[in-house]
């Protein structure tokens, strides 16, 4: 069994950033891929980013490309979400994903989730 604890959130202006963090644990053993998903209320799950576990490919959905960055800590099985120039539509629960095989951006490929961490965004 892998555990996956997500934090960092928070309610924020627009223009701020916020910086997400995910570790995943148990079976540690094991490198894993790892990703992030938000959900806005009444909205589908929206894939964001997702990290290799030796962190030498990262994807992006083109809605976040250029304000998120994914990253690793590979000996910690951590990974970060930085989110700069934050939007009133980024405001969403982030929720982090992860799988030891899969590594693209189809949620219903990751095995294992965090609870989610809020992020609002006040304009």
């Known amino acids: 069994q892998v555990q996956v604890v997500d934090s960092g959130g928070g309610l924020v202006q627009a223009g701020d950033s916020l910086r997400l963090s995910c570790e995943a644990s148990?079976?540690?053993?094991?490198?894993?891929?790892m990703a992030w998903f938000r959900q806005a209320p009444g909205k589908e799950r929206e894939s964001v980013a997702a990290?290799?576990?030796?962190?030498?490919?990262?994807r992006y959905a083109d809605s976040v490309k250029g304000r998120f960055t994914i990253s690793r800590e590979r000996a910690k099985n951590t990974v970060h979400l930085q989110i700069n120039s934050l939007k009133p539509e980024d405001t969403a629960v982030y929720y982090c994903a992860v799988d030891q095989y899969y590594s693209g951006l189809d949620p219903y490929r990751y095995d294992y989730w965090g609870q989610g961490t809020q992020v609002t965004v006040s304009s």
């Open positions: 990290i290799t576990w030796n962190g030498e490919v990262t």
């Open positions: 148990g079976r540690t053993s094991s490198d894993y891929n």
